[in-house]
Antibody
């Protein structure tokens, strides 16, 4: 079964760039049936979709974060990455990667999810 | 952007009893709705997609209903492992996709 695992620094300074990687195992990222997504959850709060990448490299982003976010993929290594530039304290969150299932014509539900990695923005 | 609301914010129910959780969309989303369960320190787990289809391995005590703007997740007989936070997610007009604020299900 497909499993996802996030990795990256747990502490980032304000104004710097947050960089995380997600490694997919047990399945190929090259399937047209899935996007690959990043979702975050600030401490004690709800879930926010950040963006998703398709096997052909096409990306979609949350408009609220689009100006600061880049998602890239290395399908040969079954990995995809998230970069958030110019981070602020409000970017402190647990960051999850997840498989974003393609439904009728777009990405629908998310399953499965990685365990999540906490990132703190602090000087 | 579609705004999702969930009610109640917290629900206290005794083990073995039925729990009913609500999710409402700010505009019609058809059946493009998923439900997730999240336990402390864990990732969300998919329970229901397309409003009423149970995900693989999800017990039959979980059921989803509704369409348009109003949706319900029902847990027929609560087990100890069901006490957690539940989120709904709409995906009718992706991108973006949005989540509700969650309902915390506590042991009474």
């Amino acid at each position: 079964q497909v499993q996802l695992q996030e990795s990256g620094p747990g502490l980032v300074k304000p104004s710097e760039t947050l960089s995380l990687r997600c490694t997919v195992s047990g399945g190929s990222m090259g399937s047209a049936s899935y996007y690959w997504a990043w979702v975050r959850q600030p401490p004690g709060k709800g879930l926010e979709w950040i963006g998703s990448i398709y096997f052909n490299g096409k990306t979609f982003y949350n408009p609220s974060l689009k100006s600061r976010v880049i998602i890239t993929g290395d399908m040969s290594r079954n990995q995809f990455s998230l970069r958030v530039r110019s981070v602020i304290v409000a970017d402190t969150a647990v960051y999850f990667c997840a498989r974003h299932v393609v439904g009728d014509y777009a990405a629908d539900w998310l399953d499965p999810w990685g365990q999540g990695t906490p990132v703190t923005v602090s000087s | 952007e579609i705004v999702m609301t969930q009610s109640p914010a917290t629900l206290s129910v005794s083990p073995g009893e039925r729990a009913t959780l609500s999710c409402r969309a700010s505009q019609s989303i058809g059946i493009k709705l998923a439900w997730y369960l999240q336990k402390p320190g864990q990732a969300p787990r998919l329970l229901i997609y397309d409003a009423f289809t149970r995900a693989a391995g999800v017990p039959a005590r979980f059921s989803g209903s509704g369409s348009g703007t109003d949706f319900t997740l029902t847990i027929s007989s609560l087990q100890s492992e069901d006490f957690a936070v539940y989120y709904c997610q709409e995906y009718n007009d992706w991108p973006p996709t949005t989540f509700g604020p969650g309902t915390r299900l506590d042991i009474k």
